[in-house]
């Protein structure tokens, strides 16, 4: 199985300020709905590119900019939402200009793949028998973003807001109902598509604003010419064609 570095919090941010990350290193700081994808875009990537080497961070999208806030190294950020990026931009942590979509998704409603719930509508998780949902926090998870946009839209929010439980990021969600913690939980259709034995589509939300990821150039000056290289191979038909064997669409 191809294994690739990942960066946590904690460890980020000892490489900011411990010097972890060395000359011809590049770090990219993705959505965790990236992970799959990305890390086969990196070896696809390094490949490519003779003794490149790419460091990926996997989190929640706003998670991920605060890291960056502060400090951590990244020369790339790849955000599953668009606020998040506004705030990249409003924050001076990325290169304006640099700024492009590069993949769309869907949001969805999962349940154990042995659910007996009969959960088929939005609607239902409303039903006194449905006791815990998973979902982002929309204060720092773009799919809870999307998810309570299209919850509000169904005036379905304060019903199920009460019977949450939030994740950390989309692949906790996941987890969650994989494991059977949860009745159901929102996630992204390519993370409901990595554990088909585990979990099942039961509803695809109808989302209020397009689920699109921006990718971005960070101001970190480190590594800016191998950053403009990578989003020009995420950008390639190589690239499209690898997130789209993970289930990502053309923006």
Do not use: C
Request: hydrophobic share 50%; glycine share 6%; aromatic share 8%.
């Amino acid at each position: 199985m191809f294994k690739r570095p990942l960066v946590t919090l904690s460890a980020a941010l000892a490489l900011a300020w411990g010097g972890g990350v060395h000359a011809g290193e590049l770090v990219v700081s993705a959505a965790a709905s990236l992970t799959n994808a990305f890390k086969e875009v990196a070896q696809g990537y390094e490949k490519a590119h003779a003794g490149a080497k790419v460091i990926l961070n996997f989190g929640a999208s706003d998670v991920l900019l605060q890291q960056i806030v502060k400090g951590a190294p990244a020369d790339v950020f790849a955000s599953a939402d668009q606020k998040a990026m506004d705030k990249a931009v409003a924050e001076k942590a990325v290169r304006p200009e640099s700024r492009v979509d590069f993949a769309a998704n869907q949001v969805v409603l999962i349940v154990p793949a042995d659910s007996k719930a009969g959960i088929a509508a939005l609607e239902d998780l409303t039903r006194p028998e449905i006791k815990r949902v998973a979902y982002g926090n929309p204060a720092s998870v773009p799919v809870g973003r999307y998810t309570k946009g299209a919850l509000e839209a169904a005036g379905l929010w304060d019903a199920v807001q009460a019977k949450s439980v939030l994740a950390q990021n989309v692949r906790q969600s996941l987890d969650y109902v994989a494991r059977g913690e949860v009745d159901a939980g929102f996630v992204f259709a390519t993370d409901a598509a990595i554990m088909p034995d585990k979990v099942r589509i039961a509803v695809r939300v109808p989302s209020q604003t397009p689920v699109t990821y921006p990718i971005a150039i960070t101001a970190r000056d480190a590594a800016a010419r191998q950053a403009e290289s990578f989003v020009a191979y995420v950008l390639s038909p190589a690239g499209q064609a690898i997130l789209s064997r993970y289930g990502f669409q053309k923006p």
